[in-house]
């Protein structure tokens, strides 16, 4: 019974593991494939990059903050799991106010289209 217990407890550490990398790369490859679309836009004279920017970095950190998530499975000490909440904490403050700068943005572009129908 020990040693079954003890495989599944494998198991499941392997599979976070795994998971974390996985969740974390996805959160690498998002922000990398928005700098490059910046870059681009940045070149093109995209009057949304700022939106389309902060979209990207806000989808790449909540990848990240899913993989600290993931991380608090194997957390062996409560010195451990006091560090992953500061850094899902962290985070969280900032995916909000990723958020709020998105809203506050879209509320901009779309004044600025209005303004530009009128004028016509």
């Known amino acids: ?49 700022r939106l389309k920017l902060a979209q990207g970095i806000a989808l790449a950190l909540e990848f ?15 010195n451990e799991l006091a560090i992953l909440g500061a850094v899902i904490a962290l985070r969280a403050a900032l995916t909000v106010l990723l958020h709020w700068e998105i809203k506050n943005e879209e509320q901009y572009v779309e004044g600025s289209i209005h303004e530009i129908r009128r004028r016509d």
């Open 1 to 49: 019974m020990v040693n079954v217990v003890k495989f599944l407890e494998d198991v499941v550490h392997y599979a976070a593991e795994i998971g974390i990398h996985l969740v974390e790369l996805a959160g690498i490859l998002v922000l990398l494939i928005t700098a490059v679309q910046g870059i681009i836009g940045y070149f093109k004279n995209d009057p949304h990059i």
């Open 64 to 78: 990240k903050l899913g993989g600290e998530v993931l991380r608090t499975v194997l957390a062996r000490d409560w």
